[in-house]
């Protein structure tokens, strides 16, 4: 079991930058797959991006592709999101989305968002 901890995010000018973090604490797994969706004002929820510790699977959503990196530190467990190039369109709560696990398994952005653990959002909020 996972706890996701989340960090960062806050108000900027559209333009701006932010920077979202997740730590998940818990069993120490061999590998990640981690990655943050959002969920806008009346919105469903959108997969941003997932990255998995290898660094072999990387995803983004071609709404913030070129805008935001997703990166992992040097402990496996945490995931840091660069936001540049904000827009009023990418003001919502955002989520880390985790799976964890010491066996084989598929890293995606629909089986991150099916079998992983949620944390509990970090608002982000870009001004025109």
């Known amino acids: 079991q996972l706890d996701l901890v989340e960090s960062g995010g806050g108000s900027v000018q559209a333009g701006g930058s932010l920077r979202v973090s997740c730590h998940a604490s818990g069993y120490g797994y061999r590998r990640y797959c981690m990655g943050w969706f959002r969920q806008g004002p009346g919105k469903e929820p959108e997969v941003v991006a997932v990255?998995?510790?290898?660094?072999?699977?990387?995803y983004y959503a071609d709404s913030v592709k070129g805008r935001f990196a997703i990166t992992q530190g040097d402990a496996k467990n945490k995931m840091w999101m660069q936001m540049d190039d904000l827009k009023p369109e990418d003001t919502a709560t955002y989520y880390c989305?985790?799976?964890?696990?010491?066996?084989?398994?598929?890293?995606?952005?629909?089986?991150?968002?099916?079998?992983?653990?949620r944390g509990q959002g970090t608002r982000v909020t870009v001004a025109s």
């Open positions: 990255r998995d510790t290898d660094g072999t699977y990387t």
């Open positions: 989305v985790a799976q964890g696990g010491n066996s084989p398994f598929t890293c995606s952005a629909a089986a991150v968002m099916t079998y992983g653990t």
